[in-house]
């Protein structure tokens, strides 16, 4: 059986990395980066190694159900993306979303009503280090499984997990996407806005001088989870909350990267998301409104346009 190729678009840290285990792998894959650039791109491995991704390789004019489009973007460029790709794929083309926050497949489904749409999460960590090398920083694991509104497809469920197994591994195949995208949301919710806030690395965040705005915003994010329908105890969320500052404690959150280096950050649809979910439901998220405030904040004082 032929394996699904993978067209990336974007050359991000994390695209980037998904592309080297293409390469390692010899899984077919085109890196395609968003705006025109001829530069070469390395990704240095966790074991030293590093891998020379094939940059601007010629990809298909249309895409087919032989290819996976995925998009590793930011939220907020999800749906120019899929408005410049929606007359490249046809219907059965499937589309694979992943991204931090929630919304995205919301926004990618306006213009590609049709398309098989998957929904993933990862916890492998990777840095930008230089304009042409990214760094794999930290082993994680990837939550894959169809958008809500995908009809399954056990073939396709299985040519997913073999090529993503391949390059990307391990890989978790769940049917319940959107309980493992809203607990990493209250993972990013913690860590992004308060790592940029108080410029530290979110290992930081394990002082006791964090740990009761940590605390609220994980009950705030717990209610409103809770009253859109998810089983889960708020104590498993501060678990994977202190799990993820614990195993990326060295790291810098991206949040922290995008302020440092003046771009939008995906405030919006983190605790702009939580914000919005509690606001239909009257419940109260004082703690989330005032990191998105402050984030807001230090974007408008840093010239960064939104
Ligand atoms: O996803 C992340 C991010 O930085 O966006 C975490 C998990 C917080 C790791 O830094």
Redesign the pocket.
Known sequence: MTELALRIVGSGAIGSLLGAGAEQAAIPYSLMPRKNTSRTLEVIKQNRETVRLKHNAPEPQTLTEKDILVLPLKAYQLADAARAWQHRLLPSTPVLLLH?GMGGYEAVRQYLPQNPLFLATT?H?ALRVSSNCVQHTGSGRTDIGPAPDTTRSEDLAHQIVRVFSACFAPINWREDMLSALWIKLT??AV??PLTAIHNIP?GELAKPEYTSCIASVITEIFRVMRSEGYDISKDALRERVYE?IHA?AA?Y???HQDIAHQRATEIDAINGYVIRTAKKKGIDVSTNSFLYEKVCALQASKGVLT
């Open positions: 931090n916890s960590a993972v990013n860590i992004n979110n993820v990326s790291n959150s991206s949040m």
